[in-house]
DNA sequence: CTGAAAGCGCTTACAG
DNA sequence: CTGAAAGCGCTTACAG
């Protein structure tokens, strides 16, 4: 590479690269270097177009100023959304960010989050998987700065930042029954993560409350096997002789195949049946007419209190410093 | 931290550090260590639960096996499905990934580029920025392994893996042509970058071919004015006398907000206006009825050569390797 | 005001 | 077959 290093200056110059480090880190007061030599040091460096290898200090002084953030998968926009956030955040804070994607896979969890402890991360955000509950722990135990986003562990004494997964569903289904809506299904992942659970108990809870509910139009599909599963739920809902009139699909990728169905069936959306998505999709721009309400989640905001949490952490060596629920909005047209 | 070290085990089995990172490191034949030996190294290294210290590694042998990526804006779907296939294939050849976001600023790229060096990241995929061809060409002469991505600065000897925009271009257009379109307009931005060039040419050519060649068809937008300029691009068009019946779209954000503007207008699309979009998007799912010609970018090979064409820089020490350009296909339904 | 030394955790050539 | 030493580039406490 023919780097250039502190000791290299130093050299140039007949100084330690001792007192090369204090200048170049502004911290010429404590070494008291006389403002003369700085400016010398300052020039050659600059002259040399040195940088820093952030590598060498990190093994030094135990701080990567690197953090970790583990998502489902990047290339989903609800993920990269967030990721792009973080970073922003993170910068501010002097933070790099390493992203890397489990797929939903709990062993890919575990790989990633080795992975970036063995660079040295100083802390990591995870959103994390479905059995991933005891190696979530085993890392908090660890000391090691941590925040779970997303989806959490309620046994778990661990920050998490989160939306009101249960006031979000509730929010959705009263708009349905305000529109007078008597079958209301939920299509939503087979999956035992608190999101999709507290999503699953506002709906019941929601429905029980209007006298409404019907365990057999809650539809289960599996992330593995999306598409089949999502359209025969759909099919298996509206050749049921006593048809539903309204759906709320639990998530983005979820509403996104069952709407599409929806078309080619031929069903009409919002007429036929009254439709609540969750997560914003560009579609729903294109289809003024449709006016499908969605709930929308703060992204923004997720990823400023996940950062700031986890800068927390690592600055004040303190494990647990909060559990945040942000409200999502339901948005109707 | 309370990390174990190498230092750690060996202390407890009364051996040298230098022998426990040999067995760890599987080259226990170079150093001819007993098989017992080595046995009881691995065990207590398990059992200890030790992870190296890639810090330290990556100092003392001069590589990170990390490589950093930077994009326009990792929440923009192009880009974090290549980001996707980027770390796939990355961790594939044993590399982690570091992503950084320019959000298209020269300044930003620059920053960027310099954290990521710093961190001795071992080569790097840039989609560059408008005005950063003289900081490419600087880092490539500097010897860090490189390769453009999606975009490449034409005069430079830089390795890159970019589609074939004129060809893509003429496609779309020809396919208008075919439907007997006459009066074909463009929406592009107004970037100086090859692709936009590329495909700004492909389709002036193929209309001067044609002879329907009109430059007051070319509507220019801006980045930072987009939805604004979008709009009042669309306005004139339609306002025009002689009215348009045709639009390409020459990106994926331009044909969004676009498309939405000519249902707010009214128009119906592919009946009253011919369009095709530079990019897939959901939306198109969602109208068959509408089926609107898409050009589609191989992205998961794009990613692929693009971490091929680094890891052989990297591991080859040679700086230039490759020029790679992909074909983009028109999916018209 | 400035320098010399130690050490972060690792690997690699060298010596025995 | 195994250990001691040097060194990657940095920072920090210490000595002068």
Do not use: W
């Amino acid at each position: 590479m023919a780097q250039v290093s502190l000791k290299d200056i130093a050299n140039v110059l007949g100084v330690s690269s001792a007192t090369v480090s204090l200048v170049l880190n502004g911290k010429e007061k404590e070494g008291r270097v006389s403002k003369a030599l700085a400016e010398k040091i300052r020039k050659q460096a600059a002259l040399m177009n040195y940088k820093p290898n952030n590598l060498a200090r990190g093994l030094r002084v135990g701080k990567t100023q690197t953090i970790g953030l583990i998502v489902a998968d990047i290339s989903n926009t609800f993920f990269s959304s967030l990721a792009f956030h973080i970073q922003e955040y993170a910068e501010l804070s002097g933070y790099a960010v390493i992203i890397a994607n489990t797929n939903e896979s709990d062993a890919k969890m575990v790989k990633m989050i080795d992975v970036l402890r063995s660079r040295q991360v100083d802390g990591l955000i995870i959103v994390p998987t479905e059995k991933g509950e005891s190696y979530i722990e085993e890392i908090s135990k660890s000391g090691m700065p941590l925040v779970l986003l997303d989806r959490t562990f309620p046994k778990l004494e661990v920050n998490h930042v989160i939306i009101d997964n249960y006031q979000a569903s509730k929010k959705a289904l009263q708009h349905l029954i305000n529109k007078g809506c008597k079958r209301l299904s939920l299509l939503i992942y087979n999956n035992t993560l608190s999101h999709m659970q507290e999503r699953k108990r506002g709906y019941i809870d929601t429905l029980k409350q209007a006298g409404l509910y019907d365990p057999l139009l809650i539809k289960e599909v599996d992330y593995n096997n999306l598409k089949e599963d999502v359209e025969n739920a759909l099919d298996s809902l509206l050749q049921n002789e006593e048809k539903v009139d309204a759906i709320y699909f639990a998530t983005n990728t979820i509403s996104m195949i069952g709407i599409k169905r929806m078309f080619e069936l031929n069903i009409k959306v919002q007429q036929d049946i009254q439709v609540v998505c969750f997560d914003k999709n560009d579609v729903f721009d294109f289809s003024p007419e449709l006016s499908i309400p969605y709930i929308t989640q703060p992204i923004p905001d997720m990823g400023r209190y996940a950062v700031e949490l986890l800068v927390e952490q690592i600055d004040k060596k303190k494990s647990t410093s909060g559990k945040i629920e942000l409200f999502a909005e339901l948005n109707s047209i």
